[in-house]
């Protein structure tokens, strides 16, 4: 998703907690169509006034016969907000692999004196994007419908359980178990494994709970103090509520300023007594400071201490060279990467997914990021078949500079179901219905829930002009499985809609919904005909 969301657009999100149930159903099962016609009841949905002056793509293919049912403009550039996932995940899953694996070492810098380490701990930082903050016990990595970076730009943003500095601990408790107490001296993040790039969000070689911290509100009685929670809790960092419990029903409104630094944080404003917690993030604006101190602390947990102090900035100037003479005294070993392609694509995971460009740079032994969209282009033609071309990118995420044709994603998923990862990575994008970003949408009343598996894409920001949200492009690729099992591939795209505020753009996130659902239905209706016959 990418979104610009002034204080206007702000206020206008406020409703969306209001009107989720608008996106939870669809139409009533269609009649089947003839193939190639773009049924009535997805029409009248084009045909809709925020449509108007708005572009449709929209393309149906059946991979194993070449069939294609509904196409409209597919060799058309369009907007492709958060779907330029599908392109970038797509090259970092086959180029870092499935089943890599990160593994982040601490070596033991200066000589040893029993249990005294005279020296520093240096953690050499390989782009692992949870560093285990979301890692469940069984290995896979967790996510909720709206992850909480989005939780500043929508309500509805949840945590999940899981420890943000899960990994940090296991490799305290490492140090401590290859018998070092104490650390004279100091303890340095190793940054330079690449350089991180301008872009937004940055990708950075220490990645600490997406470089956040969770601010949580719950209301308490009308009248009275909210009550904070937040994580990670990591000095210098000191967090300030002053958010008082409004009247049941009254507008919840919570502001965040931090200090220049970002280390003073205060959060103003108030929260329904009747509402949900409500989260709200701040950034960290010096990772590897922050995973320095990070690692300090969870040293002094484990029962090591270090005689530098816990603050300050990160002393890298002080690194060696290489580590051939320094021992691994500790590493956190990731998940494998499917685990974090899962990730980016069943939440919209925008630093993932422009890390992703940094990780395939990385295996191709190059530190600068840029380097990823070679490789990229070099998986679309050489391995996937797919003309780059059909591609216009400037980063992983999906900027609304970033254009895609229709067909260039169906060949993209097509390339998928000729490899043995078909069904992985059918399972790793949201369903509707049921799971990630599809799990607000068609949960009841829906023939079609659990049955299509689309990674949605979103640009929206203000027109000043008119006093209007500016819907750059919604959409959706994917597959759907038919009721009897024949899989289809889609793409449905709109570009340019116009909406008055929040709701009216929900219900534009409803209507691609929608459509994708009823394609599903058509699909089965069609097949089942075609049985009868």
């Known amino acids: 998703m990418s979104r610009k969301f002034p204080g206007r657009l702000q206020a206008w999100a406020a409703a969306f907690a209001t009107v989720l149930a608008v996106t939870a159903s669809t139409a ?93 701990l240096a953690m050499v930082a390989q782009g692992d994007l949870t560093m285990g903050g979301r890692t469940r016990p069984d290995g896979t990595v967790d996510y909720v419908p709206i992850d909480h970076t989005y939780a500043n730009d929508l309500p509805g943003a949840t945590l999940t359980p899981e420890d943000p500095l899960a990994g940090l601990d296991q490799i305290a408790q490492q140090v401590r178990d290859a018998g070092i107490t104490a650390v004279d001296g100091d303890v340095v993040v190793d940054p330079r494994i690449f350089t991180p790039p301008a872009l937004d969000p940055q990708p950075t070689p220490l990645i600490i709970n997406d470089n956040l911290i969770d ?88 029962g090591v201490t270090v005689s530098a102090p816990p603050t300050g900035a990160n002393p890298d100037g002080t690194l060696p060279a290489s580590y051939d003479d320094d021992p691994q005294v500790a590493a956190y ?129 203000a027109d000043d002009l008119n006093q209007r949200l500016a819907v750059g492009a919604q959409g959706l690729g994917g597959y759907l499985v038919t009721d009897d099992g024949c899989l289809h591939i889609f793409y449905v795209m709109v570009n340019g809609a116009s909406t008055p505020d929040i709701q009216s753009f929900l219900e534009v996130n409803q209507d691609v919904n929608t459509i994708a659902a009823l394609l599903q239905e058509h699909a089965s209706a069609t097949r089942a005909a075609l049985l009868h016959h």
């Open 333 to 461: 070993v990731s998940p494998p990467y499917e685990q974090y392609a899962k990730l980016i694509l069943k939440v919209s995971h925008n630093l993932g997914a422009n890390l992703a460009l940094c990780n395939m740079a990385v295996a191709r032994g190059s530190k600068d990021c840029s380097d990823g969209f070679a490789i990229e282009r070099d998986f679309l033609s050489g391995t996937a078949g797919v003309d780059p071309g059909q591609f216009q990118l400037v980063d992983g995420r999906g900027e609304p500079a970033d254009k895609v044709t229709p067909e260039g994603i169906s060949q993209i998923l097509a390339y998928w179901l000729r490899t043995p990862e078909a069904d992985e990575f059918r399972y790793s994008l949201p369903i509707l219905g049921v799971d990630g970003t599809g799990a607000l949408s068609c949960t009841h009343d829906c023939p079609a829930k659990g049955k299509v598996f689309a990674k949605p894409g979103t640009v929206i920001g």
């Open 28 to 120: 009533a099962a269609p009649a089947a169509a003839p193939p190639g016609d773009i049924p009535p009841d997805i029409a009248a949905i084009m045909a809709k006034p925020p449509y108007e002056h708005a572009q449709w793509a929209l393309l149906e293919i059946d991979p194993a016969t070449g069939q294609t049912f509904h196409s409209q403009f597919p060799d058309q550039f369009f907007t492709a907000g958060s779907t330029t996932k599908l392109v970038t995940i797509s090259g970092s899953r086959h180029t870092v692999g499935p089943d890599h694996r990160f593994t982040t070492p601490v070596h033991a810098i200066g000589t040893r004196d029993g249990a005294t380490l005279h020296g520093n």
């Open 215 to 302: 601010l949580l509100t719950t209301p308490t009685t009308e009248g009275r103090p909210a009550q904070l929670s937040w994580r990670p809790q990591v000095a210098p960092y000191q967090v300030t509520s002053e958010v008082t419990t409004g009247p049941a029903g009254s507008t919840t409104a919570i502001n965040v300023t931090t200090s220049p630094d970002g280390t003073r944080i205060t959060l103003t404003g108030s929260i329904a007594a009747d509402a949900q917690p409500a989260l709200k993030v701040s950034h960290v604006q010096d990772p590897n400071a922050f995973g320095r101190t990070a690692l300090i602390e969870a040293l002094g947990r484990a």
